[in-house]
């Protein structure tokens, strides 16, 4: 079976500009979470869907926004990019988020803010 | 927030030793998973243990969790220098999301 997939694995952005990144996740997981990772703030959550709904939402700003697709493929979208977007995006793929079942993770997207 | 808090944060140990990390977490949980990241990359499931659940083993890993402490800890036996990563427990308090600590990091020399 598949893991999940993380498209692009690296990116380079400007200042101002907007980015999408992408996840499939493993065959019949149907809750996918996004996670940003920093050396100074760690692993922190970005939100969470399931079915199309998004149930939780981390504290950023709403610069930051995803969706998520009927095939269970989600994208999250950063508008307006800052320097201190540059991070690894993680994605999470589950069969169901909160009922006692992991979590697997991708390779993670590299972006660079320049 | 971070939740979990790992300790220590880094660990430096010769191969064939044990290593043992420790995670502690502030709110009640359903249950608590461990990862492995080596440098950069994804993260990589190691265990997930149910907070109605006191030890679990898997390989060379014995977790445990001890809810009255809201800590859990992960040992690794007869380390080997691929153990090498850095190691994040991640609570889950069945709010849709995973709350990680910010890790330790495990050397091991051969």
């Known amino acids: 079976k598949a893991g999940v997939t993380q498209t692009p694995r690296y990116l380079i952005k400007t200042r101002g500009q907007q980015v999408t990144l992408s996840c499939s996740p493993i065959?019949?997981?149907?809750?996918v979470s996004w996670y940003q990772q920093t050396p100074g703030q760690g692993l922190q959550f970005l939100f969470e869907?399931?079915?199309?709904?998004?149930?939780n939402k981390g504290n950023f700003p709403g610069r930051f926004s995803g969706r998520q697709f009927s095939n269970s493929r989600s994208e999250m979208n950063v508008s307006t990019l800052e320097l201190g977007d540059s991070a690894l995006y993680l994605c999470a793929s589950s069969l169901y988020q909160g009922s006692n079942t992991e979590a697997f993770f991708g390779q993670g997207t590299r972006l660079t803010v320049v | 927030s971070q939740q979990g808090e790992e300790d220590p944060q880094a660990l430096s140990i010769q191969e064939g030793e044990n290593a043992t990390m420790n995670c502690s977490y502030k709110t009640s949980i359903n249950n608590l998973q461990w990862y492995r990241q080596n440098s950069g990359r994804g993260l990589v499931h190691l265990i997930l243990i149910r907070s109605n659940e006191r030890e679990k083993h898997s390989g060379r890993l014995r977790v445990t969790l001890d809810t009255s402490k809201k800590s859990s800890s992960l040992l690794i036996t007869a380390s080997r220098a691929a153990d090498t990563a850095s190691y994040f427990c991640?609570?889950?308090?069945?709010?849709?999301?995973?709350?990680f600590g910010k890790g330790t990091l495990l050397t091991v020399n051969p």
């Open positions: 991640a609570t889950d308090a069945s709010n849709y999301k995973l709350t």
């Open positions: 065959s019949g997981h149907r809750s």
């Open positions: 869907y399931f079915s199309e709904t998004q149930r």
